[in-house]
């Protein structure tokens, strides 16, 4: 078992903390553990997952965009009971640098390549490798039908056909830099080179660091990443083989009660669901039969579950926000759930809409086309940035939603044939948009 050593002065609120198992980071409603995996497991133990988050937290789970399982509200004296409780399971717990490889890898036949022996063979050779910056992340994506393109990478590997495959530094498949076209045999050698070089510019160095210092003559935009790559949504049904099947299933907002999560896990259960795995976007993927994979989607839809990719909620990032988080301002879930509600027509699945209880922008850290941040003089509305950006308007936060049907119904004015919301948002521009959002004509 890992010793769990918690210092006060470490328990900080800084976005560039990483929380972990063993090392939970500080949050405005208590220290926050995450649980990262490296394969899938039982819905019972996902299940036992849950149970120990009402014992040791209170009882609230994220599903991170990347994957992973947070336990919130745990306390100085529950987190290393945590930490210990979760480490008996015996579970595929991730320790070390992140190297992610998409949810269905290796059981997906429309992959190009299986990611997973040069994922693990990286994760390998990176142990010895010490300094990196605490998020640093490596992407390894052989394709198929759920990638990681839209994903944050410092280093990523995408597979390019037979042998080969692109390495990009820094940012998502579409905007990081081609760094090189590899020999599958070469690839890990050059990632670990890579990871070395940026252990030795200090815990701050992040792969468009080394994209920065690369001779010019390496550095280039692959014909195939001229065109953005459409991402599947993991909420949808997937064959893998003849018997196997994936349905994909998330809590709005990707954050869910410890009791609503155990229903589902004993539900999959009982239909004698072979595992479940967190995937990207705030998903999990049951893994079972086809009849049991539709029983399980009704079931969840019952519940309140995203079993769609066409629910409005799954195209809103949102924070705990006010009373969970002592940091928030404003009920941000309040306001997603009206908002999915009452602006669909905005919420095409072209953007994220970003609502946050504060200025840190946890739920959201990169620029959305659209985002609304709780602050002391109210809600404010950002277009093209970040939470903490520059805002073209302000709300109180009893006219937010008005405020929102008013945007909503401006871009389904403006849209032109074939343009998406965000790129109509983008078009609009910022007065417009605050015209709108204030009532002006």
Not at 22 to 40: E, K, N, Y
Not at 123 to 136: C, S
Not at 166 to 188: C, D, M
Not at 195 to 219: H, V
């Amino acid at each position: 078992m890992t010793a769990l050593s918690l210092d006060r002065s470490d328990l900080d609120m800084r976005r560039g903390a990483c929380p972990a198992l063993s090392t939970p980071m500080m949050t405005g409603d208590g220290l926050l553990a995450r649980i990262s995996l490296t394969g899938a497991i039982s819905p019972a133990d996902l299940a036992d997952i849950c149970r120990l988050a009402l014992v040791h937290g209170n009882g609230v789970i994220d599903i991170s965009a990347r994957g992973n399982l947070q336990i919130r509200g745990l306390t100085e004296t529950s987190a290393p009971q945590l930490d210990a409780d979760v480490r008996a399971m015996n579970l595929p717990l991730r320790d070390g640098l992140a190297v992610e490889v998409p949810p269905l890898a290796g059981m997906d036949d429309s992959e190009i390549a299986d990611p997973r022996p040069l994922a693990e063979a990286i994760r390998k050779g990176a142990r010895e490798i010490t300094g990196l910056a605490p998020k640093m992340a490596v992407v390894v994506d052989g394709g198929g039908r759920l990638r990681l393109s839209d994903l944050l990478a410092d280093i990523r590997l995408v597979a390019a056909g037979r042998n080969e495959w692109k390495l990009l530094l820094g940012g998502t498949e579409q905007s990081g830099r081609l760094f090189n076209v590899l020999r599958e045999t070469h690839a890990v050698d050059t990632v670990l080179g890579l990871l070395g070089r940026l252990s030795t510019l200090g815990n701050k160095a992040r792969g468009r660091d080394l994209a920065k210092d690369a001779p010019a003559q390496m550095l280039g935009t692959s014909p195939s990443m001229t065109a953005k790559h459409v991402a599947m949504s993991p909420f949808n049904l997937f064959g893998l083989s003849k018997d196997l099947r994936a349905i994909g299933i998330g809590p709005a907002f990707g954050q869910a009660k410890a009791q609503d999560l155990i229903a589902l896990c004993d539900e999959a259960s009982r239909l004698c669901m072979q595992s479940v795995k967190p995937a990207l976007d705030h998903s999990l993927l049951f893994f079972g039969p086809e009849t049991a994979c539709v029983a399980l989607r009704d079931f969840a839809g019952r519940h309140g579950f995203i079993i769609s990719a066409g629910d409005p909620r799954g195209h809103i990032a949102a924070c705990p926000g006010s009373p969970a988080c002592n940091s928030a301002i404003i009920a941000t879930h309040d306001i997603a759930t009206k908002a999915a509600a009452e602006c669909g027509d905005l919420l095409d699945g072209s953007f994220t809409l970003h609502v946050t209880g504060c200025a840190k922008g946890c739920a959201h850290p990169e620029p959305a086309a659209l985002a609304l941040c709780g602050t002391a003089a109210g809600v404010s509305l950002i277009a093209q940035g970040k939470a903490s950006g520059e805002p073209f308007a302000f709300t109180d936060f009893a006219d937010t939603n008005a405020t929102l049907r008013r945007l909503s119904d401006l871009v389904r004015t403006e849209r032109r044939p074939g343009e998406n919301s965000a790129d109509c948002l983008a078009r609009i521009g910022s007065g417009r948009l605050a015209a709108a959002a204030t009532g002006r004509p």
